[in-house]
Nanobody
Framework: QVQLVQSGGGLVQAGGSLRLSCAASRVPFTINAMGWYRQAPGKQRELVATVSRGGSGNYADSVKGRFTISRDNAKDTVYLQMDSLKAEDTAVYYC?????????WGQGTQVTVSS
């Protein structure tokens, strides 16, 4: 029943922008932090950004100043605005929703940055 549905991935040129969305539904517990992770080919999964219930964001050093995380609590949706994209940002991006009992994950979406 619980779903985190992602959208917004795709192919973009280096220097371009992309916005990812992730909508959670039927989560039976209070969602605390929400976040974005990514996994590039041959690399381990890494944290990209997290956002608290109050909207306070934290970012990996590699994306600071380029990415912005935000959320709409009324819609249980988290967003990732990605600007000044680099080839190194190419990865499968996953959203998550953290609760006191369980962390839920989205299905992943491919982001490919061409150079």
């Amino acid at each position: 029943q619980v779903q985190l549905v992602q959208s917004g991935g795709g192919l973009v040129q280096a220097g371009g922008s992309l916005r990812l969305s992730c909508a959670a539904s039927r989560v039976p517990f209070t969602i605390n932090a929400m976040g974005w992770y990514r996994q590039a080919p041959g690399k381990q999964r890494e944290l990209v950004a997290t956002v608290s219930r109050g909207g306070s964001g934290n970012y990996a050093d590699s994306v600071k100043g380029r990415f912005t995380i935000s959320r709409d609590n009324a819609k249980d949706t988290v967003y990732l605005q990605m600007d000044s994209l680099k080839a190194e940002d190419t990865a499968v991006y996953y959203c998550n929703a953290d609760t006191i009992f369980k962390t839920y994950w989205g299905q992943g979406t491919q982001v490919t940055v061409s150079s």
